[in-house]
């Protein structure tokens, strides 16, 4: 199925529609995942209305009349910032439609929660994908289908993320050795944990410390040569 659309349209679809525009010329298109619409709810939520409690039905292809300023300024900071141009259309779509807009970003943001939540919790285990697929009761295809679809990632690459700004914050913040920052992250290799580090930050953690906290990686030096 297909939709045409008129001239000076602003039109929000799922990735399967397909859009047809009377006229000619260029008709842009931007893709959003599941964390850009996180960081867009919270900078909206003054905007947002409260969810309703009637069940929300998203329309596969919603048009948004605007006039050629709107459009002009969208395109403008698309070329900036497609993220500011996304704040700004969001907030017109807001302006025009509060009702189903609202609650098309309570959905957004809201239906993969529970999911994300589970494994946000855990990140930190020592588990392959594998062991969060099966304990989703998923396939390891689905899952990475997920986050592929949410964050533009695969679930060992955001997995791995968050191990590493949590280890990076340990070695910061605390005189714990390195090994123990890294089984603490859920890295059973120190070797891999090292690699992933140095690749992530283009430094390695011991070095880390010791330019960050001079005196923290003085006591860490200590205590490891006393170990």
Not at 33 to 60: C, H, T
Not at 112 to 133: G, I, K
Not at 176 to 205: I, L, W
Request: contains cysteine.
């Amino acid at each position: 199925m297909s939709w045409t659309v008129p001239d000076n349209r602003l039109v929000v679809a799922d990735e399967k529609a397909a859009i047809v525009a009377e006229g000619h010329g260029d008709y842009p298109c931007f893709n959003f995942n599941a964390a850009e619409l996180q960081s867009l709810y919270v900078d909206l939520l003054g905007l947002i209305r409260k969810q309703d409690s009637v069940r929300f039905f998203q329309d596969p292809v919603r048009q948004v009349a605007a006039c050629h300023d709107v459009i002009d300024v969208s395109m403008s900071l698309a070329k900036v910032d497609r993220r500011l141009m996304l704040r700004f259309v969001y907030s017109y779509f807001l302006s025009v439609e509060p009702a189903y807009f609202s609650s098309l970003l309570h959905h957004f943001v809201d239906s993969t929660r529970e999911f994300f939540d589970f494994v946000e919790r855990n990140s930190l285990n020592p588990w392959p994908v594998s062991q969060y697929a099966d304990e989703l009761g998923i396939s390891v295809r689905k899952l990475n289908t997920l986050f592929y679809e949410k964050c533009g990632v695969s679930a060992k690459r955001w997995v791995l993320e968050q191990r590493l700004q949590k280890a990076r914050e340990l070695l910061l913040s605390t005189s714990m050795k390195v090994t123990d920052v890294a089984q603490r992250c859920g890295f059973n290799s120190h070797a891999h944990f090292t690699e992933s580090f140095t690749r992530r930050y283009n430094d390695c953690p011991r070095k880390l410390r010791q330019r960050s906290n001079p005196i923290l990686g003085r006591t860490q030096e200590i205590a490891v040569a006393h170990a």
